[in-house]
């Protein structure tokens, strides 16, 4: 099992920046992959970033050239940083661990931390 847990969401203006953390905990030396997602009302959880455990990252279209997701060494934490926020952008935004060892694949998620962009 893993458990994540995020923090760093708020209100913030349109054009500022958020930094949003994510912990993780337990079995983390699975853990391959690690991403943020997020979900506006009535739209789909969509992909934001995603981070290997090699350090290799990809960003949705939509945040392209204002996020980057970075993560530690040891799996156990994950951080997204925003900038030129617009309103668009207000959603839950959920911490995902995919865990990988041998043919034992899962997905944890966190609880979400909510982001509201004021215009």
């Known amino acids: 099992q893993v458990q994540l847990v995020e923090s760093g969401g708020g209100l913030v203006q349109a054009g500022g920046s958020l930094s949003l953390s994510c912990q993780a905990s337990g079995s983390i030396f699975g853990i391959k992959v690690m991403a943020w997602y997020r979900q506006a009302p009535g739209k789909q959880r969509e992909l934001v970033a995603s981070?290997?455990?090699?350090?290799?990252?990809t960003y949705a279209d939509s945040v392209k050239g204002r996020a980057a997701i970075s993560r530690t060494n040891t799996n156990n934490a994950v951080y997204l940083r925003m900038n030129s926020l617009k309103p668009e952008d207000t959603a839950v935004y959920y911490c995902n661990a995919h865990w990988s060892i041998l043919l034992t694949e899962r997905d944890y998620w966190g609880q979400g931390t909510q982001v509201t962009v004021s215009s």
């Open positions: 981070i290997s455990d090699g350090g290799s990252a």
